[in-house]
């Protein structure tokens, strides 16, 4: 099966936004582990005064994960998908949230402008087609010195890893998704982590883009070793300007 990508890929996930936060809500730990990487970005003073980017917001999991560990900052969600932004918008939220729809490829064409304080991106890179010039574009979106946050399935490269997330997929991921008539969209799931980067050629790739101070964070529970937070930064500009 041919992976999902661009148009094909936000429509399948428009087909399957009504079930998604019921079938994500199934894995231990799923919301928990938004809030630690949200809280690994570090911003000071909860986020006072902060812009955050929330780049591939989906339903917004990653979104209320933002607003509940950064109460001060102003929070953009970003999505492909009009069928899980209607979820998303459809939830109670604070006026400093608000949403846009756009691919994360066409966020200048959408509006979205910097400067960031801090970008978050919750499972969206291995979805991409090419994740080298969104990273290039989320750098240039985020102000010197700002902070970038990537929670993601990546798996560590160990070959236990890759047999445990394979029996996942067989055994849970792709019941569930066919039960919930979505079987295109969660093998996709599956395989995309598999066609993924591992977490050390992920943290290379945000190295090429120009990012500093990368550094991969294990994450708790089933998924350590399968998903990561990884942080990295704009590096701040020198003096006269100079970056």
Not at 103 to 115: F, K, Y
Request: aromatic share 6%; proline share 7%.
């Amino acid at each position: 099966m041919t992976l999902l990508r661009d148009a094909a890929l936000a429509d399948a996930f428009d087909r399957g936004a009504g079930a998604y936060d019921r079938l994500v809500a199934l894995n231990p730990g799923y919301h928990g582990q938004l809030r630690r990487s949200a809280r690994r970005l570090g911003l000071p003073d909860g986020g006072s005064g902060c812009r955050v980017l929330d780049l591939g917001c989906g339903t917004g999991a990653s979104t209320a994960a933002l607003a509940t560990t950064l109460p001060g900052a102003d929070i953009v969600g970003v999505d492909a998908s009009a069928g899980m932004l209607r979820r998303a918008r459809a939830k109670p939220w604070p006026d400093r949230v608000r949403f846009v729809h756009a691919p994360a490829e066409e966020l200048s064409r959408a509006g979205v402008s910097g400067p960031f304080d801090a970008v978050f991106a919750a499972y969206l890179f291995r979805n991409l087609a090419d994740p080298d010039p969104v990273l290039r574009t989320v750098r240039g979106l985020l102000a010197p010195g700002g902070r970038l946050a990537v929670h993601e399935y990546a798996l560590s490269g160990r070959r236990a890893d890759r047999l445990v997330w394979s029996a996942v997929c067989r055994g849970v991921i792709r019941p569930l998704g066919t039960a919930a008539g979505d079987r295109a969209l969660y093998r996709h799931l599956g395989r995309s982590v598999a066609a993924f980067d591992t977490a050390p050629a992920f943290a290379a790739r945000l190295g090429r883009a120009g990012f500093d101070r990368v550094r991969v964070l294990p994450l708790p529970g089933w998924q350590t070793g399968i998903t990561h937070t990884f942080l990295a930064r704009r590096p701040p500009e020198r003096p006269g300007g100079a970056r």
